[in-house]
């Protein structure tokens, strides 16, 4: 640095902003952000203070550890600050690339492409975006303008994201409510073959996107049906387009979930979550060829689908050392494993508790169901907190496994009777017996009539009933 040279840092100190102000989390999000987050947070008192966080776990300041079985949603595949990934970013910063010119082709992309194909045998492009709703954008335009075609069919229940066009295609009444209008697409039951060729025959019909497995819930589609999906689509001359947003990239104990089912290869693929690492927001959408040619039919068309930061240096990095990671460290022969072994040992306790109605999944993405239990006492309490809000039994499970065992998990929808656990894909068998444990005693608690779980179950109502 020359005597004329600015300092780079000026007076920005990371560590010292958060030293003097993370104390004020709660406060800032309620008075900048969405003010109901942190009334949410204290109501069902998650409202902790994490200060650091690595693999599958979090530390509180009293140095406490919490398992972490939500991975952030799926995006924290790897566990937080994989050294692979933090390399690879550290590594990107120092090279200075010459990165987002707009007008010449950097490596990076091409190369995390050419890996995430090397997956995807019967695809051959990849286009990239920011994020798994950006991914899902990309794949509805280009069914749309590769068939010619106006209407997209989804399934019930399903989630795809939340901007409109992927809002369009959301399954689920509560996130499109007061968005209208959306774009005209129409919702079909999950694994119901007549009545997808019925909306077909209509002959507008430019896709159908489907989750393999669907992350409300975690129902998984009936076997065969992607594959007699697949063969209807193409017979009417339309897509299927898979979203592997949250199943993908291992989660279920193959790459894709719809590897589950042999004969099945989507026109276009839809990723995002656990690619970025947990550092960079990125999603890809994958595609065949002449879909791809078709969208970018010439070169007045070669930005008619871009994205701003779409394919930036430190998304590419992240993503090609996760992949390096799945394979160099056998992540997801890991997730199959943990997966049978939690979801053998979970299915075991369906007769031990009248409360647990189901044990579903795959890999490591495993749906708790809760159900009517059969004798009077327990009957009694059940049906109170149906009265108030369908969702409430789940809530008052993952409550005190969080606060009595240090275990986050969440419900797996708004209204459900279902816990959904998407852990790191790194967990062990030490994780598993943790969880295992500390859900048996939730259970014995809650069938024991135990005081503190249904005393809060009682403030469940109090708030549900409040805000009606």
Known sequence: MTAETPSQSGDFDLGKLL???????????????NHQLPRMLHTIGFDKYYERAEGAYFWDAEGNDYLDMLAGFGVMGLGRHHPVVRKALHDVLDASLADLTRFDCQPLPGLLAEQLLTHSPHLDRVFFGNSGTEAVET?????????????????????????TGS??????????????????????????????ERELRKGDVAALIVEPIQGKGVHESPPGYLRAAQELLHRHKALLIADEVQTGLGRTGDFYAYQHETGVEPDLVCVAKALSGGYVPVGATLGKDWIFKKVYSSMDRVLVHSASFGANAQAMAAGLAV??????????????????????????????YELLSEVR????????????????KLRSRWTMLQAARKGLFAQMVVVPLL??????????????????????????????????????????????????????????????????
């Open 139 to 163: 794949a509805l335009k280009f069914a749309r303008y590769a068939t010619g075609k106006p209407r997209v069919l989804y399934c019930a229940h399903a989630f795809h994201g939340l901007t």
């Open 19 to 33: 030293a003097g102000r993370a104390a004020e989390r709660y406060e800032l999000h309620a008075r900048h952000l």
């Open 323 to 352: 992949l390096s990671v799945l394979e160099n460290e056998k992540i997801v022969a890991n997730a199959r494993a943990m997966g049978e072994e939690l979801k053998s040992r979970l299915a075991a306790l369906v007769d031990k």
């Open 403 to 468: 606060q009595r065992h240090r275990i986050l998990t969440q419900v797996s929808g708004d209204h459900l009777e279902v816990i959904k656990l998407i852990p790191p894909l790194i967990i062990g068998e030490r994780d598993v017996d943790r969880f295992v444990d500390a859900f048996t005693d939730v259970m014995d608690d809650a069938h024991n009539g135990g005081g503190l779980m249904w005393d809060f179950g009682k403030t469940l109502v109090k708030q549900a009933v409040a805000n009606r």
């Open 167 to 196: 809002l369009s295609v959301n399954g689920e009444s509560g996130f499109r409510d007061g968005f209208a209008p959306l774009l005209p697409d129409t919702a079909v039951p999950l694994g119901d073959l007549d009545v997808l």
């Open 361 to 376: 999944g795959r890999g490591l993405m495993i749906g708790i169901e809760f159900g009517r239990p059969k004798s009077l």
